[in-house]
Structures are given as C-alpha cells and as structure tokens.
C-alpha cells in the first residue's frame, strides 16, 4: 500500500471518527440546558437524571445496532457500511436541533428526544468497530496500532470541539439567548459535518483484507451465528476491554462537566475548559500508546493502563471536587493519562481477536453490548452514585473496581500484536506471526 493511500485511508477515518463522535457528545455536553427544556422540574438534580437517563438510552440500541452493522459490514464490506452510519447520525443529531421543547407540545417533546438518541445509538454502534477495521486491514506491516491509535484518539477531540463551541455561544450569546434558541446550533450542525464525512469515506478504497477474503470465498453467510459458535472466548475478552473503555471515555466525554457544575459546584465555563484540556492531553497519550503497543504488545499497555486508572481514580475525583479551575484540570489530567495509556491498544486488540471473515460482526456485538452496560449507565450512575451516597468519591470508587475486575479477565488474554489480519484460524495462541500487514 503507497503512502499516499495510507494517509487517505488514515485521514477519512480520523475525520469520519470525529464527525460521529460529535454528534453523539454534544448531547451530553448540552444536559443541563436540555433538563431544563425537555425535563421541566422543581428539583434540577431530578431534570439533570432524566436527561442523562435519555443519553443512556442511546445505548440500548448498540447491541441491535451491533448485530445489525457488524453482519452488514462483514458481508458487503467496511466502506458501504462507514458510509450509512456517519449519514444517519448526522440527520439524527440535526432534527435534534429541530425539535419543539415540552413548553411547545409537551410529553411528545421528551419521547421525540429519545427516538432521535436511539437512532443515534444505532448508528454509533458500528462506527468503532468499522472505523478502527478499516484502518487495520489497511495498516502497514508494525504500524496497526499507532495507526488505529492515531484514528480511534480523534474520538476525544469531538468533546474539545462541542464543549468550546458552546463555551463560545453561550459567551457571545448570553446564558438566556443560548437557553432560548442559541443551543439548538451545535446540534444543527450534525448535518453538514455528515455530509463532508459521507464525501471523505465514498473517496477510499475498500480494506484490503475484506477484498481478498472475497475473492479467496472467505467471506461467511452468516458471520454473527459463526462467531457466537466459534468464538464466544475472543468476545469475552473484547467485552471486557470494552467495559473499561467505555466506562472512562463517557465518564470524561459524557458525565465530568455535570459532575463539576452539578455536584461540585464549579462554574459551567470553569468545567468547559478543564474537560476540554483533559481530553485534548488523551488524545496525545492514545497515540503515543498505541505505538508502544506496536513494540511491547497490547496486552502490555492495556495492563499499564489499567493500573493507572485504578491507582488514579480516588485522587483525581478528590482532587476536582475542590472545585477550582486548577485543581479540575489536575484531577481530570490524572484520569486523561491513565485513558489514553489504556485506550491507545484498544482499537487494534479488539480486532485481532478475530478473523476478517467475522471481525465487525462478533467485535460489534461484544464491544456494543459493553458500551450499553458501562458506557451508557456511566453518566446516570456516577449522578446516581453522589446523589444517593452523598459522597463525591463514589464515582471514583467504582471506576477503580472496574478496572482492578479487567485488569484480571486481561491476565488471561493471549498476545495478538504479532497476529496477521489476514490470519483465518481460531485464537488459541497459534496465530500466525504478522507477515502481511
């Protein structure tokens, strides 16, 4: 592969990342104006709840939307599939900014709400998985994962980008104007972004990897019924490295800006501009990490990365809740550390658990269904945590047993960073040495 087309394939999927993952985030980033539009309550802990239990369920399509665009995906190919999904996101997150508030029509305004985010949820459950293969099966030989990393890290700039945009709205606007009409423009611009992606992804060559198991007959019928029969292991390990990633990424992307205005009392620019320099440092960490895990292996990093969260958890909450700008930044540059060092070998370990022929659908159902579990209860549960415990170490509590409980299923996980992307057999510590990407 030239590397004229290396950096096409890389520069697609970064934007395409981006582009989906700000249509997703800016949801979260927009709780506390939506509790108040959508949600009308006495009580704003109740209306921030409600908000963030319909971020939540964007999640429960992931699974559905798992078996739905991995089977795709491993049947017609990476490309058809990216494109579907980026465009349906983009209209989605749009009409968001479209719909009337429960002052306007009431109970219909909540309900129209949570059919867009299911919507969404749907269209984000494949983009990962089919983003990240992608760039794999097109990466050069040694390069997989600090390519996937340099991709999968732009992820973490969609929140950077929402939570400025709105920093700068509500500036320019005022708190009142942004309430009135001014938060509607972050959401409008879904559609346009989704239509630069849609170009961008209609513009590269399929894998290579999936050309070639099609014209070796490589390709299964059925891949979600053959990986559920033959590779119910491999998934477990992809469940668990999704539980904690998911976890850490929509705690920093979805839940810490309403944890330092709503719990700890931070001002919301204050909040904006700690997270958004929490998450522009991950971004670095990721790709950094993703190339260690090229030279010391996945499993490695990924162990790294655990301990370090675990180790970081306690004091960086303690650290933020002293509710001053300074010390939300320290406390969440702890956390951003610790994620970047565990998500930069995410991408790649994820897919080298499994053949090309059923890659997207078992890494989709597996990495989706942990998503929905841990990703999308994050928010509610960290607000759920202090509220009912009163303690603003709760989160942070549970973040580290998460990460001690995959720390150890990690343990059990065979090596893959020397496996070829076009190695067809079982994972059973056999895999063939990479020879050909």
């Not at 494949?126 to 992820?155: D, I």
């Not at 990986?227 to 929509?250: D, E, G, N, V």
């Not at 809740?321 to 610790?338: N, R």
Request: positive net charge.
């Amino acid at each position: 592969m030239s590397e004229k087309s290396s950096k096409k394939v890389l520069t697609s999927a970064a934007l395409g990342q981006f582009v989906e993952w700000y249509d997703f985030v800016v949801y979260a980033y927009s709780a506390t104006v939506i509790a108040k539009l959508f949600f009308p309550n006495e009580d704003p802990s109740v209306g921030v709840l409600s908000t963030l239990a319909v971020y939540g369920a964007g999640f429960v399509m992931r699974p559905l939307g798992g078996f739905i665009l991995g089977s795709l995906g491993d049947r017609f190919g990476r490309r058809a599939i990216l494109s579907i999904i980026i465009l349906s996101m983009g209209l989605a997150t749009s009409l968001m900014g479209l719909l009337p508030t429960y002052a306007s029509i009431g109970i219909w305004a909540p309900i129209l709400l949570v059919i867009l985010r299911l919507v969404q949820g749907l269209s984000a459950a494949g983009e990962s998985a089919g983003s990240n293969s992608f760039v794999a099966e097109h990466a050069p030989k040694g390069k997989r994962g600090l390519h996937v990393a340099f991709t999968y890290a732009f992820a973490n700039l969609p929140p950077v980008a929402a939570a400025l945009l709105i920093l700068l709205l509500t500036s320019v606007l005022g708190e009142s104007t942004y309430l009135a009409w001014g938060w509607r423009i972050p959401f409008l611009l879904g559609a346009p972004l989704a239509f630069v992606g849609l170009y961008i992804r209609t513009h590269v060559d399929e894998s290579p990897a999936f050309e070639k198991a099609k014209s070796e007959n490589g390709i299964s019928a059925t891949p979600v019924r053959e990986a559920m029969q033959t590779q119910r292991k491999p998934m477990l390990f992809c469940f668990a490295i999704a539980a904690f990633s998911s976890l850490a990424f929509y705690t920093m992307s979805g839940y810490f800006v309403t944890y330092l205005t709503t719990s700890v009392g931070l001002s919301r620019t204050d909040s904006l501009i700690a997270n958004s320099i929490a998450m522009f440092v991950s971004f670095f960490i990721m790709i950094w990490s993703g190339h260690l895990s090229d030279l010391y292996g996945r499993k490695t990093m990924l162990c790294v990365g655990l301990v370090a969260s675990a180790v970081a958890a306690v004091p960086a909450y303690l650290l933020a809740s002293h509710a001053t700008l300074i010390t939300a930044i320290a406390g969440q540059l702890l956390l951003a550390i610790a994620m970047g060092l565990y998500s930069g070998p995410v991408g790649a370990a994820l897919l080298e658990l499994f053949p090309t022929r059923t890659r997207l659908s078992a890494s989709a159902i597996s990495y989706n269904l942990a998503y929905t579990i841990f990703g999308g209860s994050a928010p509610f549960l960290g607000a759920g945590l202090v509220l009912k415990s009163g303690s603003l170490l709760a989160p942070a509590v549970y973040m580290a047993v998460i990460a001690i409980a995959v720390l150890i299923v990690i343990m059990f996980m065979p090596e893959t960073y020397k496996r070829s992307i076009t190695d067809a057999s079982p994972l059973d510590g056999n895999a063939r040495i990479d020879r050909d990407s």
